[in-house]
């Protein structure tokens, strides 16, 4: 028999109290629990970057963590990025670029960008070489590779690398 437990999930800045399986996964709480859908089922192995999200402003992929193990982080999903009224800049920039086709794995890609920028700006993980950290001038290659966990079925990828470029040239040392 399933293990329930009382797992109290904090999403977009709104606490949420569920009951789960020990077994739930970030992504089937979201998705399942919460009626979060942006955050897609790509794969549900790793392997796509479609379920990405951001803890503590940190990306990771929603299908490969337990939903118990996030009492208490911060999670932020593609619905708490931006309104319709004011978009986050990487979703303005994804639309201005035409960083998608049929959209299903954009809310992964933005919540990656989301969180490689940061990650590059802090310095953050320890495998980002010295010469790269704090510069937000990459290369295309560089933006490429640091992406490299998101695919996209559509291989809209140049235009995907021209709207994480277009935020990454503007966005030098301000906070995303
Ligand atoms: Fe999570 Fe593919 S659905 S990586
Ligand atoms: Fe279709 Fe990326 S836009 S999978």
């Known amino acids: 028999a399933p293990q329930m437990l009382p797992v109290r999930l ?3 800045g709104t606490a949420h109290d569920l009951t789960l399986d020990t077994r739930t996964t970030l992504l089937d ?3 399942e629990h919460l009626d979060l859908n942006g955050s897609k089922k790509g794969c549900d192995h790793g392997q ?3 379920c990405t999200v951001l803890i503590d402003g940190r990306r990771i992929n929603s299908c490969l963590t337990l ?21 986050h800049p990487l979703q303005a920039a994804f639309l201005h670029h035409d960083g998608f086709q ?14 490689m920028l940061s990650e590059a700006k802090a310095g953050w993980p320890s495998h980002v070489t010295e010469d790269l950290v704090g510069k937000a001038d990459f290369t295309d290659a560089e933006i490429r590779e640091r992406m490299s966990g998101n695919l996209c079925r559509c291989s ?11 935020v990454a040239d503007s966005s030098a040392g301000t906070e995303l």
């Open 10 to 12: 904090t999403v977009n």
């Open 29 to 31: 709480a979201l998705r």
């Open 48 to 50: 796509c970057g479609a």
């Open 67 to 87: 939903a118990a193990m996030h009492e208490g982080d911060a999670i932020t999903t593609i619905e708490g990025l931006g309104t319709e009224e004011q978009l």
């Open 102 to 115: 049929c959209g299903y794995c954009t809310p992964g890609q933005i919540c990656s960008s989301v969180g």
């Open 156 to 166: 809209a990828y140049p235009n995907i690398v021209a709207a994480i470029r277009e």
